[in-house]
């Protein structure tokens, strides 16, 4: 199987704090990717991180990737009450766009 | 808004029957697309690569002739459940990088189809 990992499966946190999810995939990759999925909908592409990058940022988003490891991790500053939602990594080959997802964190932000 | 769009976003169906789902493009053109399932509380599964003007290919396990795959033009392609049984009741998205972007762009994905076969 070419799935990842993600962990934690399930995070809990009150407004404004950091929430942090970990990603660990199997395949060589071109990018890895984070998406989010509010329940029963599809999904919304949050950041890429290609294989040469260690770190990336996108406002209350930053990604970093070790590819010695097959990690990855998103961590959302600051989090908020509409920041709950399931957030799933994504691998990319280096063929055919195809993506490989890890099994998911669902974050709760509790308010 | 939306770039890909599905159609239905969920549908009921009686054991036996086939359903059809599509996926668009809608201001891009794609040459391929791609199918997942997610069953509750799980990971998106690849199913199949949907080749415009080609056959689709099937990721290891996923039957071809349960689930078929046309990818009629470059805005359009349709997945059918084909005697759908309830174990077949899942959530069936579709993706779309659009062309001519950089290999392993960021892919569009369509909202999803909740399929539940009674």
């Known amino acids: 199987s070419q799935q990842g990992e993600e962990d934690p499966q399930a995070l809990s946190i009150q407004e404004g704090e950091n929430a942090t999810m970990n990603c660990s995939y199997k395949t060589s990759i071109n990018n890895l990717q984070w998406y989010r999925q509010n329940s029963g909908r599809g999904l919304v592409h949050l950041i890429l991180i290609r294989s040469n990058e260690r770190e990336k940022h996108s406002g209350r988003l930053r990604v970093t990737l070790d590819t010695s490891k097959k990690s990855s991790s998103l961590l959302i500053t600051a989090s908020r009450a509409a920041d709950t939602a399931s957030y799933f990594c994504?691998?990319?080959?280096?063929?055919?766009?195809?993506?490989?997802f890890g099994s998911g964190t669902k974050l709760n932000v509790k308010p | 808004g939306a770039v890909v769009s599905q159609h239905p976003s969920w549908v009921i169906c009686k054991s036996g029957t086939s359903v059809k789902i599509e996926c668009r493009s809608l201001d891009f053109q794609a040459t391929t697309m791609f199918w997942y399932r997610q069953f509750p509380k799980q990971s998106l599964m690849l199913m199949a690569t949907?080749?415009?003007?080609?056959?689709?290919?099937?990721e290891q396990g996923v039957e071809k002739d349960k689930f078929l795959i046309n990818h009629a033009s470059l805005t359009l392609s349709t997945l059918t459940v084909t005697s759908a049984h309830p174990e077949d009741s899942s959530f069936y998205i579709c993706s779309a990088p659009r062309v001519g972007a950089r290999i392993n762009a960021e892919a569009f994905f369509g909202q999803g189809t909740r399929l539940t076969v009674v």
């Open positions: 994504a691998a990319t080959t280096y063929n055919f766009n195809k993506f490989y």
């Open positions: 949907s080749n415009e003007g080609s056959k689709a290919t099937y």
